[in-house]
Structure formats: structure tokens, C-alpha cells
């Protein structure tokens, strides 16, 4: 399971970044060169995810009370690319050899 979560993250980082990216462009709180690109190394990826993740928690609090047109609908987006996310990261469960 660590073997495939290691072999996974740097494309599952890229993905991630990529997607907060559009999410809070649609926010207005990210311009287009805002984030330099990042390297593939899977450390400057964790952190510019992380970065991106905390902006995106940041303008998702503030949707919550936000009655703007097209508030809810960004806010439901950025659920459910949370849970995407959270279910992504899951391992896969073991497979027990004779248990079929």
C-alpha cells in the first residue's frame, strides 16, 4: 500500500494543484500566474498543494455565509472535490491470496 501511494503522488499532486487552481480562479482569489509553476519533486509538490489547500478552505469558509449568485454552486464544487480528494487517498485494501 505505501508502494502505491508513493508510486501515485506526484500525479495525484499535479491533479490536486491543478484543480484548486480552477476552483479559486472561479473564486477570484487566484489570478492566472499567481502560483509559480511547480517541480515534480513530490516535496515542492506537497507544499504548493498545501498552500492552495489552505486558500481554498479559506474562500470555502467564506461561501458558507456568502449570498451572492453562484456562491452555493461553487461552494457544493469545492465539497465535492474535498471528498474526491479524501476518497483518492485512500489505499486500496490488501489483496489476501485464497480468500476469493
Known amino acids: 500500500m505505501a508502494g502505491e501511494a508513493f508510486d501515485g ?4 499532486l499535479s491533479r490536486e494543484i491543478d ?3 480552477a476552483l479559486l480562479t472561479s473564486g477570484g482569489d487566484l489570478e492566472a500566474g499567481d502560483i509559480a509553476p511547480v517541480s515534480l519533486k513530490v516535496s515542492n509538490l506537497q507544499a504548493a498543494r498545501d498552500e492552495l489547500a ?4 479559506a474562500l470555502q469558509a467564506a461561501l458558507e455565509t456568502d449570498t451572492a449568485p453562484g456562491a452555493a454552486a461553487l461552494n457544493t464544487r469545492i465539497w465535492a472535490f ?3 480528494s479524501a476518497a483518492e ?5 490488501p489483496q489476501f491470496q485464497g480468500t476469493e
Open 9 to 12: 503522488a506526484a500525479d495525484r
Open 19 to 21: 484543480a484548486m487552481k
Open 54 to 57: 489552505e486558500r481554498l478552505i
Open 82 to 84: 474535498l471528498l474526491a
Open 89 to 93: 487517498r485512500l489505499p486500496s485494501p
